[in-house]
Structure formats: structure tokens, C-alpha cells
């Protein structure tokens, strides 16, 4: 009876430790730092689509290189109305890298044509 306890309690220790290591791991990764603003300018390329055909970024060329601007999908059908290809764009936003390397900007602020 005994060694049936002692089973049992290592069972036990052993299923919350899981669920503790678990949950810290299920957490997202949050950036807690400031992140610094970055403005481009430059003209637009071309439009981008995410898996479900939805507009979320663009590709600004700077005249050096191009850089996909990111912004939310709900967003999509306001930026498309007040930006087409060739437009000239000054954009504000939070520089990151994509899992290949390449540059991409997060969308905070647009002015196109003079308009925010």
C-alpha cells in the first residue's frame, strides 16, 4: 500500500509539473521593450494577399530596395482605396525581418497624396 502511495504522489508531482512547464511554454513571445519608428519612402509595387486572400502588406520600392509594409488584414479595403500601384507613399512603422532575412516594416501610419 505503501509503494502505491508513493506511485501515486509521484504521479501526481509529476502532472502538475507538466502543466506549470507547459503553460510558461504555450505562451506567446511579447516584445517589452520600445521599439524604435522608421520612416520610408517610395513608391508601390505591388499589393499583398494573406492565405485567405485578404490584403495585408504592400511592397514599397525605395529606389535602392523593396520593402513589404505590413499591416492588418482588416485594414485591407481602406488602404487599397487610398493607395495604388505606382502611388507615391510615406510610411511610418517598426522595421522587423522576415524568417529569411528580408526587411519589412509594421504599418503604424500612412500618408498617401498628401493625406494620413
Not at 501515486?8 to 507547459?22: D, E, G, Y
Not at 521599439?35 to 494577399?49: D, L, P, R, S, Y
Not at 482605396?81 to 500612412?110: C, H, I, Q, W
Request: hydrophobic share 40%; glycine share 6%.
Amino acid at each position: 500500500m505503501k509503494i502505491l502511495n508513493k506511485s501515486v504522489s509521484a504521479l501526481a508531482a509529476l502532472t502538475i509539473f507538466a502543466s506549470i512547464v507547459t503553460s510558461v511554454h504555450a505562451q506567446p513571445h511579447r516584445h517589452h521593450h520600445l521599439q524604435q519608428m522608421t520612416t520610408i519612402q517610395g513608391k508601390v509595387a505591388k499589393f499583398e494577399v494573406n492565405h485567405d486572400y485578404v490584403y495585408n502588406g504592400f511592397y514599397l520600392n525605395t529606389g535602392s530596395e523593396s520593402v513589404l509594409v505590413k499591416f492588418p488584414p482588416h485594414m485591407g479595403s481602406q488602404i487599397i482605396g487610398a493607395v495604388k500601384t505606382n502611388s507615391d507613399v510615406t510610411v511610418n512603422g517598426v522595421l522587423d525581418y522576415s524568417p529569411f532575412g528580408d526587411r519589412e516594416l509594421r504599418m503604424v501610419s500612412l500618408t498617401a497624396n498628401g493625406k494620413k
